[in-house]
Structures are given as C-alpha cells and as structure tokens.
C-alpha cells in the first residue's frame, strides 16, 4: 500500500501539478490523502462551479425545512414585483426544476458575464435574461445567469444565501462560517478567479451571494459536504437533507450529449452495471480542477481542490482510472 500511495503522490505532483489537496475515503476511512507543498486540509481554495452542487445542497435544505414547497414552484412566485417584458409568454412558465437542471431558456447566445457583474444587482440582470423565445427543456448550461438562484433562495428563507449556509448547513458540520467577498471590478473578478485564498463566499453589490462559483472553502470542508450525501442526508445523527432530495438531485434531470445531469450535479459515465434505481454514482466539477466525486454503492467519496489553470487534466479520468481502483479493488 505505500508503494501505491508513494505512486499516486507522484502521478500527482507530475500530471496534476496543479491540485492543491486531495482527501479519498472510504467506508469511513481516509484511505488516500495529498496535498502540495504549502497547502493543507484547511487551505481555503476558490471552488468555482462546485458552488453549483453546494447551492443544490442549499435547496435541499430550504425544502426538507418548508421554505419551498416543491421544485415545479414556478419561478416568478419568489419575484412578485418583477415586471415582465412586453411580449414576453416564457419565463411565467418556467419552474425551479427548469434552472436547477439547466433545461430554462435564455435570451443570450453566449454567457453574460459583462451585462451580470457589471449591473449592480445581479439577480435582476440574470432575471432579465431569462426567458425569451428559446425552448424549454434544452439544456444550456450558465453561470452568471444562474444568479436567479439566489434570489429564490433568499427571497424563500429570509435570509442570504451565505447565512442560510452558515447556520443550516455549514455548522451542523463543523465548517467555520463564511463571510461575503466584495469584487468592485474587473480585474479584482480576474484575480480572486486565480487565486482567491481567504475564506468567504462572493456577492453582488447588493448583498447577494453567487450560487454558481465565488464559494472559496478548504479540502477538509469539501469532504465532509461529500460524506453528508453519502450518509443520505444525515450528520452525527442530525437529519440535514431528505433522503428524496438526494435522490432526486443525483438522478438524470437532463443530459448534454452524453453527459447527464440531475440538479446541479453531473452524473458519472454510465457502465453496464448501473441500474435504474442506483446509478453510477455522481460528481461536481469546477473550473481549474475542483471535484466532488461521491459513488454510493462503494461507500467511496473523494474531494479535490485544485489551483486555476486553463486546461486541467480530467479529474474524471483522474477518478476512475487512478484513485477508484485504489479506494475500491475489485476482487
């Protein structure tokens, strides 16, 4: 086994020179953990659209409490005083379910990140962006204009989304509370995206915290987000998540190609093996390299932080090839 780990801490170090920690368990036991030379479990790391899967978390919590009654509540309910544009037939019809599995259409071809982080309130922008004459159930994948999410979020619990974190997700853990990160402009935007390294979550200047990326936590804190889904929702005996909400969130909502995906989480390659009541286990992915990987039927979860890069090596590959015949030998 050393001589193993003694290879994996190398294939790290030489062709994923840009992670900076990595912590595999499994059946409750850390059965690999890495971390490059001036990091550790606790390094805070910018997670980028690994948010995405912690903001599922977040309405999962907001549902298991009866802050939203249910993922077909239309979009609108949570925005009583918008005013929708003339000519406007799509967005009225559009459902929580349409933006947490990508499926909602928008009036853009290529994704807004000037008109968004430029306004001053970033969920009336990306609200205004929504709808149009596009179809519904396409899959189109957006971060910045994903901001409705925390709108609803916020606008349900009464709370933002980074206190709603904070009180009902993140301390049941044991994770240190987080603070909103300010970026007054481009080039501050540039270099938290490189290289944020306190611990915070972004928001617009409204106090709005991003549900797409801006999330900066450590490797320690990724992994116990990963074993409270493989616990099925449940953490030192507290009932945190509906085991029908990870359920649901998990499964095949809506695909790409043939890449699939549930509510803000991807799906992981289907195998023979997979069945239509477990499937192959699930993951999230951030830019630079960041993962979640969680595979349930080997009690297997692996949480990975990562430096920016443009071009990362697939952490899948990095998963499935290397660190899963690892956690789980076949017999």
Known sequence: MNDINEFMKGLLSSQYSNITGLIAIRSGKVGFEYYAPGFSSQTPIHLSSVTKSITSML????LKQGHI???EQPILDFFPDYSLKRGEKTLPCLRLKDLLSMTAPYKFKNEPYARVYSSRDW????????????????????????HVLSGVLSTATGQRVADFANQHLFAPLGIAPVENITLSDRQQHLEFTRGASERGWVADPCGANTPGWGLVLSTSDLIKLASLYLGKGCWDEQRLLSRAWIQQSTSEQSRWGERRYGYLWWMMPETETETETENNGYCALGDGGNALFILPKDEVVVAITSRFVPRPKDRVTLFTEHLLPLLAPKS
């Open 123 to 146: 969920t009336l922008a990306s609200l205004d962006l929504l709808g149009g004459k596009g179809e519904v159930g396409q899959f189109k994948y957006t971060t910045p204009a994903l």
């Open 69 to 71: 009654k249910s993922v």
């Open 59 to 62: 309405f999962g919590v907001a």
